[in-house]
């Protein structure tokens, strides 16, 4: 394992290159995502890449009208509000990621336990040019 | 898990606040000056201020909120203690009921006999954008806030899971405000110490005073459900879901068991004290409990030998409604999914069978987010004595519990007092 290999760094990099790269505790055979350097359960260090699917089910969401800084700078506001969402991934692990293709203003036709897919938001310019990770409904 | 004990009792002799709200041109120092001259008014048999052996005071972000940082020591000096230790703790909007729980275990270790516990937070000098900002500080930066999480998205996002798990209505939520703010309009010290109704009548007042067409809403829920009078914040989160931006301080001073009736012949004794931590939301198994509030409730109860049952005042942390249910129901108020048909049976209002955040909760009261904590004990301090005036439970209430959250359950702590 690499000095970075599980940071959030690498995680970052990985959602650069369109993939979700979790780690997998080698004693326990429990999967992170976000990945960890560390398995909370057995405190092992073994790890392993394990790349996830990003084939996932809606668990919770919310319609954002006020919203933070680097999101009114990424064209969101009151007029255009968008979905946040936790979404639990087919592998087990959850994660929260912005959902695309909601109807936001009917949010209560929007389904818990939808299926969703993983999608990929480049936002900023520049060299503060990231990529985060989103779903797709 | 063993049962815990405390090295020795420890009692709450004297508490005091700040009135909460918009203070322009106060800073959290001259309002920590307000909370502890109340705090030294409110011991009955007298108190100086020099027998005080410690300051532990609970801050979420005087950082970011008023650029300033090392904060405890400037506490001390104002209220005239230095050079005895000052101590500040943070852990977001739980911040003063971890200061609480320190300066607890300060005396029960026998190091002090008298310690001064506080909260303060200055959060209106910003603009609201950066007060959103500072406040998702609390939320993980790595993994929540870059999905454009906000914490009233957060909390939100545990209303759309506890409507789905059990079907509640979005109503629900704006009847918890209703009934802070009713509870809130017999609070002195509270920010919006206004019933809806009030809330509701002065906006049509103010129509017709400016020649506008003069709203036409039925009742409060009503005017609740108007997106231009409760527009929404993050859905299902309204304006009146959420605890406002607030400046405030609140201060109460602890002493060993031995000494407290040289002060006061109603001290509280704080029987339970638990603590707990959780992860970021998206690593929990469950979205409508919090399992570090479940964890403190746990600990507090067992170390104070009471059952929910017996509890007879309570403030938990409704920084928005959602929070309010879940905590009724991660205290054992109520079972899993009940807690939002108590509030709908009026089970939760001053009086139902089971009171709910007498004082207006954060909701009404306001939410200086480092001062919370204290405040909740205040509510406490005056039910159990018999000095809440028009918002006094009946039945001379002895047994309070306070339930304070940092983040969303990131930390949470719960204290069980007593007046015996």
Redesign the interface.
């Known amino acids: 394992m690499s000095d970075t290999e599980f940071t959030s760094t690498a995680h970052y990099n990985a959602l650069g290159e369109h993939r979700l790269v979790g780690s997998r505790c080698k004693s326990c055979g429990i999967l992170f995502f976000p990945a960890r350097p560390m398995c909370p359960e057995c405190h092992g260090n073994d790890m392993e890449a394990d790349e996830l699917s990003g084939k996932g089910k809606l668990a919770a969401y919310s319609i954002i009208y006020i919203a933070p800084t680097a999101m009114i700078q990424a064209g969101y506001d009151r007029k255009n509000p968008y979905c946040a969402a936790v979404v639990n991934l087919e592998e087990g692990p959850s994660i929260c990621a912005q959902l695309l293709g909601a109807d936001v203003a009917h949010p209560e036709t929007i389904k818990i336990g939808t299926p969703v897919e993983a999608t990929f938001i480049d936002r900023g310019e520049g060299d503060a040019r990231r990529t985060f990770l989103g779903f797709q409904l | 898990m063993t049962t815990r004990k405390l090295g020795r009792g420890v009692a709450l002799v004297g508490a005091g606040m700040s009135k909460f709200g918009a203070f322009p041109g106060k800073s959290s120092r001259d309002l920590f000056v307000e909370a502890f001259q109340e705090m030294l008014g409110s011991v009955d048999k007298g108190f100086d201020a020099k027998d005080i052996e410690a300051l532990f005071i609970g801050n979420f972000s005087s950082d970011l909120f008023e650029n300033q940082g090392h904060t405890a020591p400037i506490m001390a000096d104002w209220v005239g203690l230095t050079p005895r230790p000052a101590t500040r703790i943070e852990d977001a909007c739980a911040s003063s009921g971890v200061a609480l729980r320190q300066g607890l275990l300060a005396v029960a270790s026998g190091l002090y006999d008298i310690v001064l516990v506080g909260g303060i937070e200055k959060m209106t000098d910003l603009p609201?954008?950066?007060v959103?900002?500072t406040l998702?500080t609390a939320a993980d930066a790595?993994?929540?806030?870059?999905?454009?999480?906000?914490f009233?998205?957060?909390y939100?996002?545990?209303?759309?899971?506890y409507m789905?798990q059990y079907g509640a209505n979005p109503d629900v939520f704006l009847k918890v405000g209703y009934k802070n703010h009713e509870n809130g309009s017999l609070n002195e010290k509270a920010q919006f110490g206004q019933r809806i109704a009030s809330i509701m009548e002065a906006r049509k007042a103010s129509a017709a005073k400016k020649g506008l067409p003069v709203p036409t809403w039925a009742d409060e829920m009503e005017f609740l459900k108007d997106d231009r009078a409760n527009?929404?914040?993050?859905?299902?989160?309204r304006l009146y879901d959420c605890s406002p931006v607030s400046d405030g301080a609140a201060a109460v001073i602890l002493v060993s068991e031995e000494i407290a009736r040289r002060f006061t012949d109603k001290p509280l004794y704080v029987l339970g004290s638990g603590q707990g931590s959780d992860g970021?939301?998206?690593?929990?198994p469950t979205?409508t409990s919090l399992a570090s509030a479940k964890y403190a409730a746990r600990v507090a109860y067992e170390m104070a030998g009471v059952k929910p049952a017996d509890i007879q005042a309570v403030e938990v942390h409704d920084c928005f409604t959602v929070a309010e249910i879940i905590a009724t129901e991660d205290l054992g108020f109520f079972k899993p999914g009940e807690g939002w048909k108590a509030v709908e049976e009026g089970k939760t209002a001053r009086d139902g069978i089971r009171p709910i955040n007498t004082s207006g909760g954060l909701k009404s009261k306001g939410h200086p987010v480092g001062a919370s904590g204290i405040g909740q004990v205040l509510e406490i301090w005056k039910q159990l004595r018999g000095e809440a005036g028009q918002r006094q439970l009946p039945g001379n209430p002895n047994l309070g519990l306070t339930h304070n959250v940092g983040g969303t359950g990131q930390t949470c702590t719960v204290h069980i007092f007593e007046r015996r």
């Open positions: 609201i954008e950066r959103t900002d998702a790595l993994y929540e806030v870059p999905a454009g999480f906000t009233p998205g957060l939100a996002s545990m209303a759309t899971a789905a527009p929404i914040i993050a859905w299902p989160m970021a939301i998206h690593s929990r979205l």
